[in-house]
């Protein structure tokens, strides 16, 4: 089962009880990817890559996954996700990364 | 020591429950010590100590923790068993509604005991009363082998792919607990045949990881509270097959209720327990005598048989309900509200009563039984009683 | 006895798994989310995680969404360790009995459903043995209902239970020491841990998963609604914490204090205290006592810990 068959019928109000899993348990993971917290923005991180020093600190530190950790240990912001809360360009140690207006 | 053939045995009820849980292959038990039901949990963790019975025994901090473990452990996928009684339920209540609503398999013995205040440690149904409407299927022995039966199907029941509720065995407190009565059990064999061990339809698993326990806001909350509304009710249509499947290894057939000569009835008693003992010997007395009087003793509580209850009493021209327990301030005893909704849904206009009795243990004795059904059939001949609700006994 | 303690040397070495995903709905800037992205990068296998009712639990097991990648039960607020305690006991039986896989089992708890609520089932947890890892989430109030004072409260908090008013001026009364509860329990490992230092927290959830037994570890997560900061703030104002000694980051291995982090040259207290609203009527003149008293409860517990450090004795 995939999350969106999980979160679609809900979304849509098209579902009976028969189509719910039992006791409101949720059989597959991670369904949250299906609700698009990017919305939530009112600011967002841009990233100087002239500056990044790779140091992976806006990624251990982002509360919603949001920064990227790409194969070459660069990141990038998946906005689908990002809340704009900034804690990525305070915790950068070299100001690769400010906040702007979205 | 394994039990192979059937044999008779004097045992007491909380022994019985505890030989049942042993035989049915239970994986966690977990429980906090309350009177009456205390022996239960000695007697289990014995057969652990022993190495009789290879399962976790877990003596909580509370009943609350005793029942929140349980939770846990069904969900791992355990059969798993607790027990309790009075002041231990109540305190166990928020997790009892849990424990339904997550559809959690479980069975729990409950030692009916009366609750605080004033403190008293014996016989009355007023604690598993609050219990009535949170989904759990709740069982009632009237003596020792039923208390040992209903725990092998209350298992069955629990984990039966269409219900996957938990289940209670109800008996009463002392009357049955500390009383010793003859019992004939099933052999090891025949219970492990009964009760393989546990296929849970899902469980907590890293290879397939569910979230269980989440919240539902007003778009599926109602859904979600339809489904254990059809559970709770499904769990009364296959009772009689998993009763059936236990009468073939037992030869003991059990139904919704334990019914004397309550067909042809003119006046009939309804009551739950061990006072359906009493009161069918006083039956059998007035019937000696030409009386045409029936008892029933109502074996499940929830979901509620209406519809064969309803078959049983169409003939009957008037009925009391007996309860050990009371709504204070509502109508009546609990079982008595029901049973006249239910009656008044069929359209079954006879007379009722309720006898509120035996409350914190108080003594209900063979002569009384008598007297109360002799109200009974006086209630028929008249076509009407006098009174709605009688405290009996009481010095009013 | 001495585990294996580092595990992971740089952020590098950081998994890159997330088990706990993204589209949560924890605030902006969440330090409860930090430490559940950070705590569950560090499983080592097959984990389940159970906790109970509170911002965590709403915010990330709301149906349909739930944004755990591992199994995960939520029953109750006051009864994790016992739901713990209980899967616990069920996958070693079943182990033993079927071959079931084992897991670990993470608790992942507020300080509501700690400190407070929560408390009876933890200690029952702790003196019974299980062997699981409970953590602690402290945002030292309960925030999930709005703000108000919890037994991990700091003195002159204001909360909206404990409001900073004309004749009370926020909470009177001092924290509770959870992880002195905890070690009262003999269990084998105690520790507190900051989401400010990473390495430090992950590192101590692994060396956690490998001793037997209940482990007890305290995070502190601070929170932006609850603590009146900026969102971008979460991480220095945890690691304020850390470097005035306002929370000591130590562990207790059978009973032996080693504080983790040697603040030498604490910054003054007020740093952390002024970069929060929370605080901020400490800082007019008839509310200097409580302000003394809060320095004084922070200095006596640093004192302590480093005490029972030179002192080697076993707790």
């Known amino acids: 089962?995939?999350?969106?068959?999980?979160?679609?019928?809900?979304?849509?109000?098209?579902?009976?009880?028969?189509?719910?899993?039992?006791?409101?348990?949720?059989?597959?993971?991670?369904?949250?990817?299906?609700?698009?917290?990017?919305?939530?923005?009112?600011?967002?991180?841009?990233?100087?890559?002239?500056?990044?020093?790779?140091?992976?600190?806006?990624?251990?530190?982002?509360?919603?996954?949001?920064?990227?950790?790409?194969?070459?240990?660069?990141?990038?912001?998946?906005?689908?996700?990002?809340?704009?809360?900034?804690?990525?360009?305070?915790?950068?140690?070299?100001k690769a990364i400010s906040m702007e207006e979205v | 020591m394994a039990r192979q053939a059937q044999e008779r045995i004097a045992i007491m009820g909380d022994e019985a429950i505890a030989l049942a849980v042993k035989q049915s292959n239970v994986d966690v038990i977990a429980a906090y010590p309350i009177t009456p039901q205390t022996i239960i949990v000695e007697r289990l963790s014995e057969y652990v100590a022993n190495g009789e019975l290879d399962a976790a025994f877990i003596q909580a901090e509370s009943e609350h923790s005793a029942l929140s473990i349980c939770v846990g452990a069904s969900l791992a996928g355990a059969r798993v068993f607790t027990s309790t009684a009075s002041q231990g339920l109540a305190l166990m209540?928020?997790?009892?509604?849990?424990?339904?609503?997550?559809?959690?398999?479980?069975?729990?013995?409950?030692?009916?005991?009366?609750?605080?205040?004033p403190l008293n440690i014996h016989c009355e149904h007023g604690d598993v009363m609050p219990e009535r409407d949170s989904g759990w299927v709740h069982l009632f022995a009237t003596n020792v082998q039923e208390a040992y039966d209903l725990t092998f199907i209350a298992f069955k029941l629990s984990e039966h792919p269409d219900v996957q509720l938990p289940v209670s065995v109800n008996l009463d407190a002392f009357i049955l607990t500390h009383s010793v009565e003859p019992l004939t059990p099933i052999s090891d064999e025949d219970a492990s045949k009964f009760l393989p061990p546990r296929q849970p339809l899902y469980s907590i698993d890293f290879d397939s990881p569910a979230t269980f326990g989440t919240m539902a806001l007003p778009d599926t909350y109602m859904e979600f509270k339809y489904q254990l509304k059809e559970a709770a009710e499904k769990a009364g249509q296959v009772y009689p097959e998993v009763a059936g499947e236990y009468a073939r290894i037992s030869g003991r057939r059990y139904w919704y209720f334990n019914s004397y000569m309550a067909d042809d009835a003119d006046a009939v008693v309804l009551v739950l327990g061990s006072t359906y003992g009493t009161l069918k010997v006083a039956a059998r007395r007035l019937r000696e005598g030409g009386l045409k009087v029936g008892v029933v003793g109502l074996t499940m509580f929830r979901p509620f048989p209406e519809k064969q209850l309803v078959e049983l009493l169409k003939n009957a021209k008037s009925l009391i309900v007996m309860d050990r327990a009371y709504s204070y301030g509502g109508l009546g005893g609990p079982l008595y509200m029901e049973v006249l909704a239910m009656l008044y849904r069929n359209g079954l206009r006879i007379p009722v009563m309720n006898v509120v009795y035996g409350l914190g243990g108080r003594d209900f004795r063979l002569d009384e039984a008598e007297a109360v059904l002799k109200i009974a059939l006086d209630g028929a001949r008249r076509g009407r009683f006098d009174e709605h609700v009688r405290w009996w006994g009481v010095r009013a | 006895m001495s585990s294996q303690t580092i595990f992971y040397k740089t952020p590098k070495d950081l998994p890159r798994e997330e088990w706990f995903a993204s589209g949560h709905r924890l605030c902006a800037g969440c330090g409860a989310g930090i430490a559940a992205r950070l705590i569950f990068k560090a499983i080592r296998g097959p984990t389940v995680v159970v906790n109970p009712t509170g911002c965590v639990e709403v915010s990330t097991s709301c149906y349909p969404y739930t944004a755990w990648k591992i199994p995960y039960v939520h029953v109750a607020f006051e009864n994790a360790a016992a739901v713990a305690s209980g899967v616990v006991e069920a996958i070693k039986i079943l182990n033993k009995k079927r071959g079931r896989k084992l897991h670990d089992v993470i608790v992942f708890a507020g300080d509501g459903g700690t400190f407070d609520i929560g408390l009876q089932a933890l200690s029952g947890a702790l003196e019974r043995g299980h062997n699981l890892l409970y953590i602690c989430y402290d945002n030292e109030a309960y925030m999930n209902t709005g703000i108000q004072r919890s037994g991990a409260t700091p003195i002159g908090a204001a909360t909206t239970t404990s409001p900073a008013?004309?004749?009370?001026?926020?909470?009177?009364?001092?924290?509770?020491?959870?992880?002195?509860?905890?070690?009262?329990?003999?269990?084998?490992?105690?520790?507190?841990?900051?989401?400010?230092?990473?390495?430090?927290?992950?590192?101590?959830?692994?060396?956690?998963?490998?001793?037997?037994?209940?482990?007890?570890?305290?995070?502190?997560?601070?929170?932006?609604?609850?603590?009146?900061?900026?969102?971008?703030?979460?991480?220095?104002?945890?690691?304020?914490?850390?470097?005035?000694?306002?929370?000591?980051?130590?562990?207790?291995?059978?009973?032996r204090v080693k504080i983790n982090i040697r603040v030498k040259e604490p910054k003054p207290l007020e740093e952390f205290l002024k970069a929060q609203g929370r605080f901020s009527h400490l800082f007019r003149p008839e509310n200097a006592h409580v302000l003394e008293a809060l320095k004084k409860a922070v200095e006596e517990n640093w004192e302590r810990l480093v005490k029972l450090e030179e002192s080697g004795i076993a707790l």
């Open chain 2, 93 to 117: 209540h928020e997790i009892v509604y849990a424990t339904s609503s997550m559809r959690v398999p479980m069975v729990m013995a409950i030692a009916n005991r009366s609750l605080n205040a």
């Open chain 1, 1 to 94: 089962m995939s999350a969106k068959k999980i979160v679609e019928p809900v979304i849509k109000g098209q579902f009976t009880y028969k189509d719910l899993p039992i006791a409101a348990m949720i059989p597959v993971p991670a369904t949250s990817l299906e609700y698009k917290t990017g919305v939530w923005r009112t600011r967002q991180p841009k990233i100087d890559y002239g500056k990044c020093i790779k140091c992976l600190l806006c990624w251990v530190f982002c509360p919603d996954a949001a920064i990227k950790r790409l194969e070459d240990d660069s990141v990038n912001v998946d906005y689908e996700y990002c809340k704009g809360c900034g804690v990525c360009e305070t915790v950068c140690p070299v």
């Open chain 3, 165 to 255: 008013g004309k004749v009370i001026p926020g909470k009177q009364e001092r924290k509770k020491d959870l992880i002195a509860i905890a070690v009262a329990h003999k269990i084998p490992y105690a520790a507190t841990a900051s989401i400010s230092h990473p390495l430090d927290l992950v590192n101590k959830v692994r060396k956690a998963l490998e001793i037997e037994g209940p482990k007890v570890l305290h995070v502190l997560a601070p929170c932006v609604p609850g603590w009146r900061y900026p969102p971008s703030e979460t991480v220095r104002i945890a690691r304020l914490a850390v470097e005035t000694r306002y929370f000591p980051v130590y562990e207790v291995e059978y009973g």
